[in-house]
């Protein structure tokens, strides 16, 4: 049986060693061998070792040697979504500099405004891509005003025949690029993520200027630097298309806040809420990566609106493991937005750290774990710019109910808890976990209201979010 080497041109038959590898010479060796007066055997053992070096042939020990290819659709892919992730990049650089900077010697102020300087630059840059780049929505519009166009001609014929050939062109290339944002993109680009890219803007700008006075001037460069990757991890987590780009946007909000809290080395309070908050979040992390894997297992893709679209109808012996996989990436979320039984790290964090420091984890964490459950839980858009709700089909009967539950518990037990306070960042931090209740209530109704209005409970919870984070930052400002 033959080997054939593509980047060499030869192809190897054990019979006839001496007509292997003309190109390198395979011929020529075999010649000198037999010149040399070789035995047939010793030519043979000889041509083998040969081939080896070279690597082909059946008995080469490395294999085919292939010359490196480039697979230019996924480069292109990969190179066209980089500007939908333009924010994050400032942000991440603005956040080195300020490391870096760190070494010498600088106010608060000058790091202070470094940090709002970076904040402003990823504003344009996000300014720049939602000019230039159409969201699906607006694909899915056009590509649906192009079709009314094109079933108006079917029934009067338009004058011009080259007028209907450019619009079929038009529709064809809008749909291409709609399926290539929907299912090829690791970002999305839609009227959520952009929402929540101007709620993380927003909401930094506000955190860089209430921790203005109350930041020491030694510790002032990190302490901003932790924070504008933070807002860059929530900008990832409201656009994340795929779950792995979405477990890292995740930890891209995490890691930042270990190292803020450490910051006050010399404060025991401080040193053990992050020591509790460290300790938990990796927990967390395992369960929801473990619940990820589930997911991947059960829809064969990590693509959100893919999985969405395997999920919505699963079957008999893939529906219990795909609410095995939807209470563990709960439980993982549950962290990040302190839902009863996962706030019990919330008070004695929040009490032990500065005010500043609570007021960005009462906001990054819970508006990236609010985040992240709508793009796991089917809130996606699909390919004509409607939601694919899957949750609705995994929390039939008791599933549906634990949310529930959840939701009741988690708002009535921080609601009474809260009452119970003497500390004024404790009763925070519980009236914290209360408000993760009410959003959960919008979760758990969003699959109740059917085709009429899908998106209403998404909308609730996108509106109390709002509310919600100008409420905490203020309070804690104050």
Known sequence: MADVGPDRGAVFVPGRLGAAVPRLGGAGLADRLAHRGYGQETRRRRLERATRRIGIGGAGRRGIRRKPTVNEHITQALTGYLPLVL?????????CVLFLGGTWRGGRSVWGGAALIGLGLAAVALAYSAVWFPTVEALAESNRAIERKLSDMDHSPPKNADEKAELEQRHAEQSAQ???????????NSRLSLFFKVLALAGGFVLVLTSWNEVPDGQAAEYHGC???????????????????????????SIPTYVLLYLPRHDQRAQEAAMKYFLLSIFAAALLLFGFSYLYGTAGTTNLPAMSEALARPSSATAGLALTAMVLVMAGLGFNITAVPFHFYAPDVYQGTTPAAAAILSFMPKVAGFAALLRVFGFTLGLLGTPQVFVGQILEGQGLKLLWILAAVTMTLGTVLALLQNDLKRLLAYSSVAHAGYMLVGLAAAPLLGASAPLAGVEAVVFYLVAYAAMTIGAFAV
């Open 87 to 95: 924010p994050e990049a400032v942000l991440g650089v603005v956040a």
């Open 178 to 188: 709609l399926r290539a944002d929907v299912y090829a993109s690791p970002v999305s």
């Open 227 to 253: 924070l504008l990757l933070m807002t860059a991890g929530l900008c990832l987590t409201g656009a994340a298309n795929e779950l792995i780009t979405l477990f890292l946007a995740l930890e891209l909000i």
